[in-house]
């Protein structure tokens, strides 16, 4: 039982291209994360949603739009690719947006624009 | 801006204690100190967290600094799949996204 699970793990697309990255988890949570890790290594916040709500939203382009159907899901959809897009990308989720919660990692989406 | 600082890399042997230092010397009071780690070409996982009091858990102990600017994570017996990177992130206890950006980490190579 993969608590929180990203699909796809591996993408390999061409820059201009149309992307969507899939995040599902099954904890029952009420608050989940986009993360993007590039070639330093830094883990950086994108956005997180609250029981649906979008709550932080951290200075990405506006290419960048993060769906939340439902609690269980947080989808992000990118246009336009560019090269500086290529990183992994991570979703999480925890039981509540307060820091004594732990964060639930997915295991990553490696996207790779070329 | 990363409220933590680590060193970048530590190197122990294996079946040794490790024992990981993050300064935090800006932490505010309501500021939890937070431990995950990422194994290579995996998601970060949670290994402890603490607020005031020393914490221990089955995967470590967290000895946090009576002053609270800094923290030192201890791994008892240092095995081969401990060897990660360590993120040490401060987190405000209302929420917010400074807390939730993590820095370069420790990169732990365990000797066998």
């Known amino acids: 039982d993969t608590a929180v699970s990203q699909t796809p793990k591996y993408l390999v697309t061409q820059m201009g291209n149309d992307k969507s990255i899939k995040c599902e988890q099954n904890l029952g949570h009420d608050t989940m994360y986009w993360y993007k890790q590039d070639s330093k290594k830094f883990l950086k916040i994108m956005f997180s949603?609250?029981?649906?709500?979008?709550?932080i939203n951290e200075t990405v382009p506006n290419r960048f739009s993060p769906k939340s159907p439902d609690k269980a899901h947080l989808n992000l959809h990118i246009n336009s690719l560019e090269l500086g897009d290529s990183a992994v990308y991570f979703c999480?989720?925890?039981?509540?947006?307060?820091?004594?919660?732990?964060?639930?990692f997915g295991e990553g989406s490696w996207l790779t624009v070329v | 801006d990363a409220k933590t600082t680590q060193p970048n890399s530590m190197e122990s042997n294996e079946e040794e204690p490790v024992h990981l230092p993050c300064n935090h010397s800006t932490i505010s009071g309501t500021d939890y100190i937070h431990w995950y780690r990422q194994l290579p070409s995996q998601g970060p996982e949670y290994v402890i967290h603490g607020l005031t009091s020393n914490v221990n858990n089955r995967m470590a102990s967290l000895a946090i600094a009576e002053d609270r600017k800094s923290s030192t994570l201890i791994l008892h017996r240092a095995t081969l799949r401990d060897a990660a990177v360590y993120y040490c992130i401060l987190m405000y206890s209302g929420g917010g996204a400074d807390g939730l950006t993590f820095g370069k980490g420790t990169h732990l190579i365990i000797q066998p």
């Open positions: 999480a989720s925890s039981q509540a947006f307060l820091s004594g919660n732990t964060i639930y």
């Open positions: 949603y609250n029981n649906k709500e979008l709550i």
